[in-house]
């Protein structure tokens, strides 16, 4: 019997198990195994399934393995059963060895057009699954890690700097009498996959107990005692879905919980203490906070929590507190943080807090710096940690153990608690290799590291969260390059050759085709065979000429313009959606790979029209082998049959070269799907080679576990860059969008945990905005368990604040508007809107507020923008004000400190300060200036526990684009998880099916409709506005803390312009009115004021309706 390859194994586990859980027969009473049913265990997505939750821990790890293995394509099942035809012997005549190799299961009926098979396995579906996969359990299976430098040897360096400039030097290991042999393996890390728990209860007196103890430490500071004050205020108001009261947190294993409360309520403090609650009791908790500054803050806190505790003897055993970061750019910010210390003259060195606890755990030094012997110089953070080489063999740095940039992760290994950042969950490894149940394996996830040291997971703010797995579905690749050796391709056509010839060559056509035509395409661009854009004026295409190619491109970036050229009998005007028979007319011509053509019966496209049928045969014959090379002739041709049909010569020529794009582009995507699909199989090879590949195409995080979205297909967009200087640094790169984000978050602790660390783990989310129905990137698919209400009434006020230009100005008068203004005329109007908003507005409210006792030590507010030259600009309208007595800060990039900048104001008019400062802004300034997306989450701007702002005045809109690719892609995604019931299917592959349709109509939505607001589509507007309100409550919670009011209001005149009711408040009236009587409800529980503020200036009420 021949060796299964990784697909035959799947197939016949993935019917085993369709022949255990559904169970059919044929007329006879015989046993089948549905190829329909079959397919469903290639989704990873088992929460779509009814029975799921009901399975035995052991039954969800079995599916859990059978999916890891899947070729995500094959979730579809028709292509699903063209595979298990294929491996069930449909092709083969006569091959004894197949027939004995396939005996397990029969095609039933036509091998051809099977949609069953018979098990022949005696009904121990799940035994011979459960075999099947034991070569998968294997610990071979895992890369070994790289072996230790031997002392006494020398060894060469090198390292490509960002010039793409190469620096070579020679490292000598010192030998030494305590180290005369290499490290060996034991040397690494050690960590043990905690067993799992089915739940675990955390009673909230013993939280409140452990609030006593701690609070202390604080009996001596300004503010007294205030953790159990803090913790008892909010489960005063916290509610569940069965009581009105919470005395136990039940956390279930597998799931994620939500535990919903307003901003500045002690959701922070609760995280705090679960952590010393986890130590107290014997568990291993982690805690995922949004950046590295919140690690370094959490584990400080937690750090001197646990020595409290353990004084206080309630803790007897060794307990600690690590945070675990990623060693990349680590020096960068040890660097940063070191140069915000104000070092007191009388105590040279001592550097307080800031030292203890940031630079401490950022910076580290290198050991190799003395011995190295280098022309160049190799930049920090770059260090030869896993590459030393000596003769064929790279070796890791023998100094490693030792390291400070590795003590972070063998403190982890250790720790009781462990607090990473989102990102670094996420995407982050830990790049040494690890003891992993006493075997050694190269470098793993920080993911499958957490989820194999703890017994629970924390995740703070889970809907920003979210938005980061959003972002990180999105991978870059380089696909070719005139810098060599440096686009995937290549690497992988090197990689192939040392692959066994079998694998070999599965490789070898796709691989040369994303080469040969990604190297078509940018060679065409770069020697203007085609342009990606045409001007009518010679000299703006001079002028935009490196314009032209910035930001990413679909294959239907350009179809408005195409069906304009072709069909004009559409008539479609600027700003209106594209007609969908247009949209299939072109599609007719050149179909783009967003249907599977081998598996859908394509009813949408029209029969084409003899006069296009030359065009479709000339564009098949430009993207088919040696196509490329009749290139021009092609073109030619071209012209020849579109020249009755369009027939101005530029509109033709601009239409042709938009069509060769679209079918390269369209070329590239199919390619790109293949090999990725090829590269899967290789995955658990335990190939040294493969695994080279497979890191080079896959950008890990989101894929690595959950290939696919609910779309079923990776969306791909393209980049040329380098166009200044070609010849040298022309590059083609492709951003392939790819990925469930929202199942990653929503499953965290079930399927991703299992396929992770074949364990499920409890995972509790906080945040005060995870659930908002129309958020596609922060709106969090998992039951909210334990919620406040914010129920402090008119606590939040939100108004409308536009300014006018002032007097002497060409628009006086005029209601200034940011967003939709041509980029040159921004500026101007910014500075105008820093002017005319103090002198008219702020300085009058600022000396009420400092005239009120009530309000004197809040007397401060922050203008947003949307960028830090925004930010500028609207600093230097403001110094320019008439009478300006208050202190003004302005938030700047760090490199933007000191050095002149031009669209900052003089240092001397305006402080500048950077993120890493503003909570320090209290006791520099009155106004804060500042981009929304830096402010409005994780940072605390309060005086004695209390908010020290009164007011937030949103200057500028913050962009809603729809063609930013990963918010397209959340949009996407989530169209298809809102098809999905919180009660699953009892045929979870046609709700797969289902919800793949949803995705892909929601995208043709999404690239047919206008990109401008005022005419964008009408669910497309209500998702950019839902995504921006919860910036905004968040925003507002800033100023918030401590029970504190707030005032918001809207500056830029956009928000208020009604042109086709593209208001703010329209769209807010309008997204409103789609909320379910459910959703009303649960809007109504979770944020009351917060929410209803926003709902009042729109005249919304959020009362449901009888």
Not at 242 to 266: C, K, N, R, W, Y
Not at 544 to 559: A, F, I, N, T, V
Not at 859 to 865: E, M, N, S
Not at 893 to 906: G, I
Request: hydrophobic content about 40%; charged content about 25%; some cysteine.
């Amino acid at each position: 019997m021949s060796e299964r390859t990784v697909p035959t194994t799947f197939v016949h586990a993935a019917l085993a198990l369709s022949a255990h859980y559904f169970p059919q027969q044929d007329e006879e009473g015989r046993a089948l195994a549905s190829f329909h049913h079959a397919a469903f265990f290639a989704s990873s997505k088992p929460q779509v399934w009814d029975r799921w939750r009901s399975l035995s821990a052991d039954e969800r790890l079995l599916v859990a393995e059978v999916m890891k293995i899947s070729n995500p394509d094959l979730a579809d099942p028709a292509r699903f059963a063209s595979a298990a035809r294929i491996a069930l012997g449909a092709l083969n005549v006569g091959d004894d060895q197949d027939e004995v190799e396939h005996t397990v299961f029969h095609l039933a009926g036509d091998p051809y057009t099977a949609d069953a098979a018979y098990p022949q396995l005696g009904g121990d579906y799940l035994g011979y699954t459960h075999s099947l996969l034991a070569p998968f359990r294997r610990p071979s299976i895992r890369r070994k890690p790289q072996e230790f430098a031997a002392p006494g040897r020398v060894y060469e360096t090198s390292e490509r700097t960002e010039g793409n400039e190469i620096v070579h030097g020679r490292l000598t290991i010192p030998r030494y009498p305590s180290s005369l042999e290499p490290l060996s393996h034991e040397a690494l890390p050690t960590l043990t996959t905690r067993a799992g728990v089915s739940s675990i209860h955390v009673p909230v007196q013993e939280l409140k107990d452990i609030a006593t103890v701690l609070d202390t430490q604080y009996a001596q500071s300004p503010s007294g005692p205030w953790l159990l004050h803090v913790l008892s205020g909010l489960f005063d108001q916290v509610r569940a879905r069965d009581t009105d009261t919470v005395d136990v947190m039940e956390l279930l294993s597998g799931l994620t919980q939500i535990f919903h409360a307003p901003t500045g309520t002690g959701k922070s403090i609760l995280v705090r203490l679960l952590g010393s609650w986890a130590a107290c009791n014997g568990y291993r908790v982690a805690l995922l906070v949004p950046n590295v500054k919140a690690t370094l803050a959490s584990a400080w806190d937690i750090s001197h929590d646990l020595d409290v505790l353990r004084q206080a003897g309630l803790i007897e055993h060794p307990a600690t507190c690590a945070p675990l970061m990623s060693p990349a750019s680590r020096h960068e910010r040890a660097i940063k943080h070191a140069s915000l210390i104000k070092e007191d003259p009388d105590t040279p060195g001592e550097w307080g807090k800031r030292g203890l606890r940031d630079v401490d755990h950022l910076a580290y030094g290198c050991a190799q710096r003395h011995w190295l012997k280098t022309a160049g110089t190799y930049r920090p953070g770059k260090e030869n940690c896993f590459s030393l080489r000596s003769g064929g063999d790279t070796l890791a740095c023998p100094w490693a153990p030792t390291c400070g940039k590795f003590t972070p992760l063998y403190s982890a290994a250790e720790a009781t608690v462990i607090v990473t950042n989102h990102h670094n969950f996420i995407q982050g490894t830990t790049r040494l290799g690890v003891q992993l149940d006493g075997r050694p394996v190269r470098s793993m996830p920080v993911r499958e590291f957490v989820l194999r040291a703890t017994d629970f997971v924390i995740i703070d703010e889970i809907d920003a969260f979210q938005a980061v797995a959003v972002d990180r579905c999105a991978d870059d690749l380089a696909l070719h390059s005139r810098q060599p050796w440096t686009a995937a391709p290549q690497t992988l056509d090197q990689a192939a050759k040392h692959l066994p010839l079998r694998l070999e060559s599965e490789l070898v056509e796709p691989v040369s085709h994303v080469r040969l035509t990604a190297e078509a395409l940018l060679t065409g661009l770069c020697t203007k065979a085609f342009r990606l854009n045409h001007h009518d004026d010679a000299k703006v295409a001079r002028l935009r000429h490196e314009y032209d190619y910035e930001g990413w491109r679909l294959p239907r970036s350009k179809d408005r313009d195409l069906i304009s050229a072709l069909f004009p009998e559409y008539q479609v005007g600027q700003g209106e959606p594209l007609p969908r028979e247009a949209v299939q007319h072109l599609d007719a011509l050149l179909p783009l790979p967003e249907r599977d053509e081998a598996t859908e019966e394509d009813t949408a496209a029209p029969l084409l029209d003899p006069k296009w049928e030359r065009v479709r045969a000339l564009l098949l014959s430009l993207v088919a082998p040696r196509g490329i090379n009749q290139r021009d002739a092609i073109k030619l041709r071209l012209h020849e049959a579109l020249s009755s049909i369009v027939t101005d010569a530029r509109t033709r020529n601009k239409a042709i070269d938009h069509l060769v794009i679209r079918a390269l582009m369209g070329e590239l995507d199919r390619s790109l799907a293949e090999l990725r699909a090829t590269t899967q199989s290789l995955r658990h090879t335990g190939l040294v080679s493969a695994n080279r590949i497979i890191d080079t195409l896959q950008g890990g995080g989101i894929t690595d576990v959950l290939p696919h979205g609910t779309i079923g297909r990776p969306i791909n967009g393209y980049r040329v860059s380098g166009m200044k200087n070609p010849e040298k640094d022309a590059k083609l790169s492709t951003q392939t969008m790819a990925g469930d984000p929202h199942t990653y978050v929503s499953e965290l602790g079930g399927i991703v945990s299992l396929r992770t660390a074949r364990v499920e783990r409890p995972i509790l989310g906080l945040s005060a905005t995870a659930f908002f129905p129309q958020a596609v990137k922060e709106h969090i698919h998992a039951p909210v368990t334990w919620w406040m209400t914010d129920a402090q009434p008119d606590s939040i006020m939100v108004e409308s604040s536009s300014v006018a230009f002032g007097q002497g100005h060409k628009n006086a008068g005029e209601k200034i508007s940011i967003a939709g203004q041509f980029p040159a005329d921004k500026p101007h109007a910014l500075r105008e809107i820093g002017q005319q908003l103090y002198e008219t507005k702020l300085a009058k409210r600022l000396a009420r507020l400092a005239q009120r006792d009530a309000t004197r030590a809040r007397a401060r507010v922050i203008l947003t923008a949307n960028s830090y030259e925004q930010c500028g600009h609207l600093a230097t309208g403001l110094v320019k004000a008439h009478g300006l007595t208050h202190r003004v800060c302005v938030l700047v990039r760090e490199e933007d400190r000191f050095r002149s900048v031009r669209y900052l104001p003089d240092p001397a008019l305006v402080r500048r300060i950077t993120v890493e400062e503003v909570e320090e802004f209290p006791e520099l300034g009155d106004i804060l200036i500042a981009p929304l997306a830096n402010i409005s989450r994780g940072l605390n701007i309060v005086v004695n526990l209390r908010s020290a702002i009164h007011s937030i005045y949103i200057c500028v809109r913050p962009p809603l684009i729809i063609d930013d690719p990963t918010w397209m892609y959340g949009s996407v995604n989530a169209a298809g998880i809102n098809t999905f019931t919180s009660a699953g299917s009892s045929d979870p592959t046609q709700a797969i099916q289902e919800a793949r349709t949803a995705s892909r109509e929601h995208l043709a939505t999404i690239l047919r409709s206008s990109p401008q607001l005022s005419t964008m589509d009408l669910i497309l507007q209500e998702q950019m506005v839902a995504g921006m309100l919860v910036s905004l409550i968040q925003l507002a919670g800033r100023a918030r803390r401590g029970g504190t009011d707030m005032e918001l209001h809207f500056v830029d005149y956009s928000f208020q312009d009604e042109t086709w009711s593209s208001d703010l408040a329209s769209i807010i009236h309008r997204m409103a009115s789609r909320w379910t009587p459910d959703e009303r409800q649960q809007m109504a529980d979770l944020y009351g004021e917060a929410v209803n503020a926003f709902l009042s200036y729109a005249g919304v009420d959020l009362a449901p309706a009888a």
